[in-house]
């Protein structure tokens, strides 16, 4: 059974920063491409930053310079450092585990975490 669960959101002013964690069970994590993906309140969710097991990183363009995608093979984990937030990075930011190893097709995901920016 797959699970993922994300934490370090919340609220936060424009400029500042957070770091949103996830952690990966019940999965080969070490193996396969993780990603971020973020849905704004009245918006379809979109693709954030993505980290292949060789961990190599692609970002959105909106995000690049500001946001770091990471991982912990040995913790499981997963990570989204952001910084300079602005109100537009308001949304519900969700992990994703690819069931392939590119970074394509079916994903598992976490519940989510609520970011805020004012």
């Known amino acids: 059974h797959v699970q993922l669960v994300e934490s370090g959101g919340g609220s936060v002013q424009a400029g500042g920063s957070l770091r949103l964690s996830c952690a990966a069970s019940?999965?080969?994590?070490?193996?396969?491409?993780m990603a971020w993906f973020r849905q704004a309140p009245g918006k379809e969710r979109e693709w954030v930053a993505r980290?292949?097991?060789?961990?190599?990183?692609g970002y959105t363009e909106s995000v690049k310079g500001r946001f770091t995608i990471s991982r912990d093979n040995a913790k499981n984990s997963l990570y989204l450092q952001m910084n300079s937030l602005k109100p537009e990075d308001t949304g519900v930011y969700s992990c994703a585990a690819y069931k392939l190893r590119a970074c394509v097709g079916d994903k598992y995901w976490g519940q989510g975490t609520q970011v805020t920016v004012s």
């Open positions: 019940g999965y080969n994590y070490g193996s396969y491409c």
């Open positions: 980290i292949r097991s060789n961990g190599s990183t």
